[in-house]
């Protein structure tokens, strides 16, 4: 079942807190884009996946935000509430680790930046952190299945980013950065048989989900953590359009972007003030950047041809 996220006071946050202490067990501090995120937890399987998925960070830093893991009887299964003035949220009874990371990421996201002013963007859009739930090609760019499936024959000269991109400005053009240990997660086997081998049986979770090194797939020389930003490309999948490839408008890109969530459903905070600054932002980046709708109803080598022509390489 999907979870929903309930805010909480700081008052909430100390009684939970208190009722939670005893049963921590291990305490890891992570860099992740530029913050300090700790996890506390008791359970040993879910403190090591996180430590290979995130980069380490000294535990003399201060954390920003805090993330407790636990089971907790008095609250329904997949419980997430968080307290947005301490940045701190608790998770009961989450089996799912990809749910886990991706509500890391999103705490990140609601950690304002310290940089006062960007040269491009005005004070409070250069404060916003804006994950997307995307994956980036150096070039090219697309989900799981569209990268994945093809990633070990592309040209060398493709290289992957990480699962969840924060896109940013630099001086001259807009980048992506990661903040993801070079870990996919997905039913390896189920999906991609030619990938059965990658995981021991024993590791997969009850629900056929297992934790990989994408090294493994596609070579630790390919794996960037920051790259400029050509375009934007949507994947669909619509049968009845025609079209392929299609260039959308800057208004006809914010609404289809906006209208979904800016494909992330892992937002902590859906509220007004953080509607406008998502909005500042997104405007900034589409003023910057093209956005691409392409349509996914070939194989998954037509699709890659398609997001490659958009970038203008050839299609091998």
């Known amino acids: 079942m999907p979870y ?23 305490e ?17 399987a879910l403190a ?41 949220v608790f998770l009961f009874n989450v089996s799912y680790y990809g749910w886990v990371k ?19 963007g005005s004070r409070r859009l250069c404060r916003y952190r804006g994950p997307w739930h995307l994956r980036c090609r150096d070039f090219g760019c697309g989900k799981d299945h569209a990268d994945l499936r093809h990633a070990p024959r592309s040209p060398g000269s493709d290289r992957l980013g990480r ?3 924060y896109p940013g400005f630099r001086p001259r053009d807009p980048c992506v950065r990661v903040g993801e240990e070079l870990l996919h997660r997905q039913d390896l086997s189920a999906v991609w048989k030619e990938y059965e081998g990658l995981v021991a049986a024993e590791e997969y979770d009850a629900d056929g989900r297992a934790v990989a090194d ?18 934007i490309v949507i994947l669909k999948r619509d049968p009845a359009d025609a079209r392929i490839v299609t260039q959308l408008e800057r208004n006809e890109a914010s609404a ?19 509607g406008i600054l998502r909005a500042q932002y997104l405007a900034a980046l589409l003023d910057r950047i093209p956005c691409f709708l392409v349509n996914t109803t070939g ?18």
Do not use: M
Request: net charge positive; proline share 7%; charged share 25%.
């Open 48 to 88: 090591e996946t996180w430590q290979e998925n995130f980069f380490s960070i000294s535990p003399d830093i201060r954390s920003h935000g805090r993330l407790y893991v636990l089971p907790e009887t008095t609250y329904p299964e997949n419980t997430v509430l968080f307290d947005p003035y301490t940045k701190t």
């Open 28 to 44: 890891i501090k992570s860099g992740i884009f530029g913050c300090c995120i700790k996890l506390l937890s008791d359970n040993r």
């Open 299 to 316: 194989t998954p080598v037509d699709t890659q041809k398609a997001i490659r022509s958009v970038v203008g390489l050839p299609g091998t």
């Open 214 to 231: 994408i090294r493994w797939v596609v070579g630790k020389g390919r794996l960037l953590p920051l790259t400029t930003l050509a375009a």
């Open 256 to 274: 289809l972007i906006t209208g979904n969530r800016y494909f992330n459903p892992h937002l902590l905070v859906k509220d007004e003030r953080k």
């Open 163 to 165: 699962l969840v991109l």
């Open 4 to 26: 929903t996220v309930t805010l909480i006071s700081p008052e909430k946050k100390e009684e939970l807190i208190r009722n939670c202490a005893p049963r921590i067990r291990y």
């Open 102 to 120: 991706s509500i890391a990421l999103g705490l990140c996201g609601d950690i304002p930046r310290r940089r006062s002013r960007d040269r491009f």
